[in-house]
């Protein structure tokens, strides 16, 4: 999700959707619709934007030059690109920055000419992966992630990272490395220049970092009875949310103390990504909806989810993660379509095809027996698996331990 004004904004999903917004949310127009899975989107002006994806033999980036209407992809960008695009900050009219990716390599590509053409930045002698990057301006910015400083494969032994650098990439220190085990920063929210938050997906406990002086230094803070963070805002110094695969939670004091919150009507889970503020009376959050939030009604947000965007595909987490040796996989179909099923392993490659066919209207399961499509037993590590049905489709990733 991206707005570049207060009711002129952008949505991506993992279907390979555009769909924009000239009135705040309260109408929408699928603008484009590309192969694979958008995992970012970022404006530099209401004309000129990039996109990026998670790969799967689909270009990794797009850009247009007319607000969406038209989207072209790179085909040729710098030996040592990412395989996947997590993560784009627009630094002014000219700088752009993205990163990935969610399991390595630590890759940033950067242009310096409005996206004409790309430099690819080598950060694996600080970072195993890189997910979300926020820059103030062309030369200081943010990058978060997870160690060690390898390409990853098995999350449980990643730990939190945090990266600054002050001369455009050139160089970059280390801010925050994180102790525990399978947990690595998500989403990164500036309230102001100085004020900054981090979320910390993890599947053992959630946490946050909190920054009072633009990054230098970070603090931890525990979210109680929530895990897999992944969306933080913050209106104020004292007011924010927090939301992921999991339950949603509020703060009203800096993030100290948390209670659980429900965002939306969604059953279970908010799914939220990502929050964007402007100023301290208007907020939106992306995840399975759009949810719109104002100073003048804090207390009743949800009952301010602006209109659904079109029926998806409910992907649900797989059970269990970590597993060994077999783990379901939950979907929900909201009309008979045909369904494609494939696993792929942390390096993008297709593991198993695990269905091709047709499937009515429902709840649906799946075993995936931890076996490739030759029936070798795979080993211990990340992967992911997507579901498509029809023009709907939606991925998530799952851990292999032995």
């Not at 910015?141 to 449980?156: E, H, M």
């Not at 003048?296 to 060994?324: G, I, K, R, Y």
């Not at 783990?327 to 792929?344: G, K």
């Not at 399961?365 to 709907?392: E, F, M, N």
Request: glycine residues 12%; aromatic residues 10%; proline residues 4%.
């Amino acid at each position: 999700m991206y707005f570049v004004s207060p009711n002129k904004g952008w949505v991506v999903n993992s279907t390979g959707q555009i769909w924009h917004t000239e009135d705040g949310g309260t109408s929408w127009e699928m603008q484009a619709q590309l192969s694979g899975y958008i995992r970012s989107i970022e404006f530099a002006d209401s004309l000129h934007g990039w996109a990026g994806t998670l790969g799967f033999d689909v270009p990794i980036l797009f850009r247009t030059q007319d607000g969406g209407r038209t989207w072209t992809p790179y085909q040729i960008l710098p030996n040592g690109s990412p395989p996947r695009i997590c993560g784009i900050s627009v630094a002014s009219d000219s700088v752009i920055y993205a990163c990935g990716a969610f399991d390595g390599p630590a890759v940033i590509l950067k242009s310096e000419d409005a996206g004409e053409s790309w430099q690819a930045m080598d950060l694996r002698a600080q970072a195993g992966t890189l997910i979300d990057v926020h820059f103030f301006s062309p030369d200081t910015g943010i990058v978060v992630g997870g160690a060690p400083f390898q390409q990853i494969t098995d999350l449980a032994k990643l730990h939190a990272v945090v990266l600054t650098t002050t001369d455009g990439g050139a160089s970059w220190q280390v801010r925050h490395a994180g102790t525990n085990d399978g947990q690595w920063g998500w989403k990164i929210f500036f309230r102001n220049r100085q004020d900054g938050y981090v979320s910390m997906e993890s599947g053992a406990m959630g946490m946050i970092l909190r920054t009072a002086d633009g990054g230098l230094s970070w603090t931890e803070q525990i979210v109680a009875n929530n895990r897999r963070l992944q969306a933080i805002g913050f209106f104020d110094e004292n007011l924010g949310w927090v939301g992921g695969h999991n339950v949603s939670s509020v703060t009203t004091d800096g993030g100290n103390t948390w209670q659980t919150t429900k965002l939306s009507d969604l059953p279970q889970s908010d799914g939220l990504n990502r929050f964007l503020a402007f100023g301290d009376s208007l907020m939106y959050a992306s995840g399975r909806k759009i949810l719109k939030y104002s100073r003048d009604n804090v207390t009743s947000v949800a009952d301010e989810a602006v209109p659904q965007l079109p029926e998806s595909l409910l992907l649900l987490e797989n059970h269990p993660n970590p597993f060994n040796p077999s783990t379901t996989i939950s979907y929900t179909l909201p009309r008979r379509a045909p369904v494609r099923i494939r696993i792929y392993n942390a390096l993008g490659q297709t593991v198993r095809h695990l269905f091709d066919g047709v499937q009515n209207t429902g709840e649906k399961t799946i075993l995936w027996d931890g076996v490739d499509d030759h029936g070798q037993i795979q080993s211990s590590g990340l992967y992911i698996y997507r579901v498509d049905a029809g023009k709907l489709a939606e991925s998530n990733t799952m851990l292999l331990v032995k």
